[in-house]
């Protein structure tokens, strides 16, 4: 049961325009949403996050929009560059309760490699 | 800052053998995640520490894996016998802790080859 999916594996873009990744959720718990970007040999490395009570947050040429209703949100990078070229995660955040003790925990989609064609 | 530190980087071995990987989380960071991330998949979540007790592990292979954080610190994720399905990239993560929302912070990872 995946609770976020992104579907589409991969996307390409020309420099200078417009990219936009897509996530959707099914979990009405997330309360926090992120996109973190990954290079190769590398980790995750966060990029912008937003919260279930916004519907859009904006970082340079990063802006993130939520549609909660449809359970849904987007990443769009604007201008694109060669260096943006990298697989993006999508992350929804909830609180696990446990008798340990409660924190938060992440969920991850499967990730869409983007390719930002010189 | 320094980040979240991992060894090996790199690991191969062959199908029943152990192996043992080693983290070592940002200082002050309360909270410690190991994930699986198999080849066009997303982490997947394996074992949350809360200082040096654990919060989740349901979804940890307990038959064959096992990880301990000691004095709520580092961290150590072992797998015993191996697989060839556990070849994957293991990533660990640390985060202040607790119910707010702050960032978790992923180390390099330790890719694991089983032949």
Redesign the interface.
């Known amino acids: 049961d995946q609770q ?1 999916k ?1 579907n589409s ?1 991969s996307l390409s873009v020309q420099e200078g325009r417009i990219s936009i990744l897509n996530c959707d959720y099914t979990n009405s718990m997330f ?2 949403f ?1 996109w ?1 970007k990954k290079y190769p ?6 990029l912008i ?1 937003i ?1 279930s009570i916004k519907d859009k947050n904006e970082d340079g040429r990063f802006t993130v929009f939520l549609n909660k209703s449809a359970k849904h949100l987007s990443l769009h990078i604007v201008p694109s560059q060669p260096g943006d070229s990298a697989v993006y ?1 999508c ?1 929804a ?1 909830a ?2 309760l ?1 008798i ?12 869409t490699q983007l390719t930002v064609l010189p | 800052e320094a980040g979240v530190a991992q060894s090996p980087r790199y690991k191969i071995i062959e199908k029943r053998q152990s192996v043992a990987f080693w983290c070592n989380p940002i200082s002050g960071h309360a909270t410690l995640y190991w994930y699986q991330q198999i080849l066009g998949q997303g982490p997947k979540l394996l074992i949350q520490f809360q200082n040096n007790g654990v919060v989740d592990d349901s979804q940890l292979p307990k038959d064959r894996f096992s990880a301990e954080r000691l004095k709520g610190v580092d961290s150590t994720l072992k797998i015993q016998p191996a697989k060839l399905e556990d070849s994957a990239v293991y990533l660990c993560a640390s985060s202040l802790g607790g119910i707010t929302y702050n960032e978790q912070f992923f180390g390099p990872g330790t890719r694991l080859t089983v032949l």
């Open positions: 976020v992104q594996p309360d926090y992120l973190y040999a590398e980790g995750p490395t966060f996050s919260s995660f992350a955040s609180i696990w446990s340990s003790g409660s924190a938060r925990q992440l969920t991850f989609g499967s990730g």
